[in-house]
Nanobody, 121 residues
Framework: QVHIVESGGGLVQPGGSLRLSCTVN????????LGWTRQVPGKQSELVAA???????NYDDSVKGRFTISRDSSKVTAYLQMDALKPEDTAVYFC???????????????WGQGSQVTVSG
């Protein structure tokens, strides 16, 4: 089985910073793209940032220059450093991981449990 473990999030004032982390645990062969989407009630989910196995990154225009996604040397943990946070960044952030297993060698998407990020004050 594969489990996605998220941590981070919380309440911060506008202009502040938070860091999210996401780790793939369990039985798997490899990890492809890692990233985060965010969901606000009543709005469509949007991809915030993603990083490929090779380290290529992609950001939504709304977070470019403020958010930084990275991946550790093990390749199974990703981080989302969020700086200069704005009230409109308030959302539940979900880690998205493309994981290759022996049963599904081409990979499939797994999701974390979600982390609440609230920018207010």
């Amino acid at each position: 089985q594969v489990h996605i473990v998220e941590s981070g999030g919380g309440l911060v004032q506008p202009g502040g910073s938070l860091r999210l982390s996401c780790t793939v645990n369990g039985n798997f062969v490899g990890v492809g793209d890692l990233g985060w989407t965010r969901q606000v009630p009543g709005k469509q989910s949007e991809l915030v940032a993603a990083i490929s196995r090779g380290g290529f990154t992609n950001y939504d225009d709304s977070v470019k220059g403020r958010f930084t996604i990275s991946r550790d040397s093990s390749k199974v943990t990703a981080y989302l450093q969020m700086d200069a946070l704005k009230p409109e960044d308030t959302a539940v952030y979900f880690c998205r991981a493309e994981v290759e297993t022996r049963r599904v060698p081409q990979g499939q998407v797994y999701w974390g449990q979600g982390s609440q990020v609230t920018v207010s004050g």
